[in-house]
């Protein structure tokens, strides 16, 4: 498999801007997001386990996951949450790890936002990169890019991994609680070393 980096941070740090400059150097980046939409799509084991679970009644007009609905009902129950982890985290996992195996690049990234709540299943990644921020920042840039009131903001903090949790797992870290512009030099000193670690692995 070719050398691999985990990508990960809390909600509102940033991880899409650097996301996006990975990919802008040309580095192959598989998103814990993206698969988990791939994996229930219409006609999907994935998408018929959680009808299994749940009932037709989380599917929209189209036979789609109606995904606000569904996030609704797992956000005040403990338990769905965990019926609906059950069944979409193994199934991300294998369409990460697929894409790795076949991928030819130098280095490929995996973008997974839980990656603290869910490292046991990562132990084979190579890096992990985390971009980090002060908490109060984050709080202020979640309320800030999504409209919500500060409550649900600090609620939805509480649902995730903490910060030191995240930074106790980082092999790197991007420093995000400047500008935008300061991802950039960061973003590419990264990637020479990715290339060069990449490398001397063979």
């Known amino acids: 498999m070719p050398f691999t980096v985990a990508l990960t941070g809390g909600i509102a740090c940033g991880k899409s801007a650097v996301e996006q400059r990975f990919r802008a150097l040309g580095v192959h980046v598989y998103d814990a997001d993206q698969a988990s939409r791939v994996v229930v799509e219409p006609g999907s084991d994935g998408l018929a386990a959680i009808v299994d679970a749940f009932g037709s009644e989380v599917l929209d007009a189209h036979g789609r996951l109606d995904r606000p609905r569904m996030r609704e009902r797992v956000f005040s129950d403990p338990t769905a949450r965990k019926t609906l982890e059950t069944i979409v985290h193994p199934r991300v996992r294998q369409w990460m790890l697929e894409r790795v195996q076949t991928d030819e690049g130098p280095y490929v990234m995996l973008a997974i936002p839980l990656l603290a709540e869910n490292i046991g299943h990562y132990r084979w990644v190579d890096r992990i990169l985390v971009v980090d921020l002060p908490e109060a920042t984050q709080l202020q840039r979640l ?33 995000n609680s400047g500008p935008e512009a300061a991802l950039e030099p960061q973003v590419t000193a990264l990637h020479q070393r990715y290339l060069g670690l990449a490398a001397a692995r063979g």
């Open 143 to 175: 309320m800030h890019r999504d409209g919500m009131d500060e409550d649900l903001a600090v609620r939805i903090l509480a649902t995730q991994a903490s910060r030191i949790a995240r930074l106790g797992l980082a092999d790197d870290v991007i420093d």
